[in-house]
């Protein structure tokens, strides 16, 4: 089973190897913050669950499943954030609470979070109508557009 911290790691593998085509270590501890030696050990980690290939010196790849998992933490991350920015949370703060929801959030309540947010971009009115009662809802009038 994952643990939150797997998650960022693998999620974090998956964002550089679709950037870059590679993920380094130092690459990995520096988007992080982290020691490369902490890096290391996650690697070791990931390499033992098979979610990744880890040669000491030799580089990182990502096992199937690694793939899989790492591409659903990157589509679960851009889903919070998509819902915050409806809610009309601001982007220092949508940064800083993704990473707190995503890891603490059921499959269950994350698929209806998603499916909230295909219907606001399926239904750009609806969204709209959104926009405006919360703006009424809070006084404040630069929130009735999304």
């Known amino acids: 089973m994952l643990t939150p911290s797997m998650e960022d790691y693998l999620e974090k ?51 199937p499943r690694g793939q899989r998992l790492g ?13 915050l920015r409806i809610l009309g949370v601001s982007e220092e703060v949508i940064q800083k609470d993704v990473e707190g929801i995503e890891h ?6 994350l698929s209806s979070l998603q499916a909230l947010v ?4 399926d239904q750009p009115q609806a969204l709209l109508d959104f926009c405006r009662f919360r703006a009424d809802v809070e006084g404040d009038p630069d929130k009735a557009e999304p």
């Open 104 to 109: 603490h959030v059921s499959p269950s309540t």
């Open 118 to 121: 295909l219907f606001f971009e």
């Open 13 to 63: 593998i998956y964002e550089l190897m679709a950037e870059k085509g590679y993920a380094r270590v130092s690459d990995i501890a520096s988007s992080l913050s982290v020691q490369p030696s902490s890096v290391t050990k996650m690697l070791q980690k990931l390499d033992e669950n098979q979610y990744v290939t880890y040669e000491k010196y030799r580089g990182i790849l990502l096992t």
């Open 71 to 83: 591409k659903l933490m990157k589509e679960r991350h851009h889903m919070l954030e998509a819902f």
